[in-house]
């Protein structure tokens, strides 16, 4: 199993270069695009392990990312979980790239279980409004398959197959998707045999009622899990 000292230390730039910036670095960029949810600030690895932790993952589970940036928090999560599958969306395609090159660094195991996807939440949101989600994330995730990258994952949907998610996403970007949030929830949180459960870093989901709320990471700063959606704030008011 890799652990986090042997992962990547270097995220490789869009050109497919080494001298990206350091995994835990404070590298942040402004996407101006009207489907941008935040700016790449990614999770440090003290955030990523303790959001592996209260999502308590094991080998069964499908973790989807929503704005993965270069996607480090899934490389950390399969790294220390074996047999877990993970899939990331991200907008930008040096992100993607990015993502997939420091993933090629990682044991072909790992490699084979996770899936760097370019695509935009909000059009997920209005291709599930329509009927077409899982057709368009399949055939997003196929076209950009490459090697034995995301191998295990292939055919996987965010809502048939999701059974954790992760997210680092600004309240506006949160507000944007909410929609799309609150499908997820209500498709996936009344399977039972799926134990759908949610972690977003630092900003809470306003609509929903968190579990529990983890503070120990530097800084103090939140942690939130949802795993409970029958229950939420928007049912109360």
């Not at 399949?138 to 997210?167: H, P, V, W």
Request: glycine share 8%.
């Amino acid at each position: 199993m890799a652990t986090p000292s042997t992962l990547p230390t270097t995220a490789p730039t869009s050109s497919g270069s080494n001298k990206g910036p350091p995994v835990n670095g404070s590298d942040a960029v402004h996407l101006h695009h009207e489907s941008s949810l935040a700016p790449f600030n990614p999770t440090c690895d003290q955030a990523s392990e303790t959001a592996r932790k209260m999502l308590q993952l094991k080998d069964t589970d499908v973790l989807f990312d929503l704005g993965c940036g270069d996607a480090r928090m899934l490389l950390h999560a399969a790294a220390m979980t074996p047999g877990l599958l993970c899939v990331g969306i991200e907008l930008d395609p040096v992100f993607v790239q990015r993502g997939r090159e420091a993933l090629k660094q990682l044991p072909e195991d790992v490699q084979r279980r996770v899936d760097i996807r370019q695509g935009d939440l909000l059009q997920l949101l209005k291709d599930y409004q329509e009927g077409k989600e899982e057709d368009a994330t399949t055939a997003k995730q196929e076209e950009d398959s490459t090697g034995i990258l995301g191998e295990d994952c292939r055919g996987l949907s965010l809502f048939r197959n999701a059974t954790a998610l992760y997210m680092f996403l600004l309240p506006k970007g949160i507000k944007k998707i909410q929609p799309l949030l609150n499908a997820l929830a209500q498709h996936c949180g009344n399977d039972n045999n799926r134990n759908f459960r949610v972690v977003n870093y630092m900003f809470s989901v306003r609509e929903w009622e968190p579990t529990m709320v983890d503070k120990t990471t530097k800084g103090d700063a939140p942690i939130y899990l949802y795993n409970k959606f029958g229950n939420n704030k928007k049912d109360n008011e």
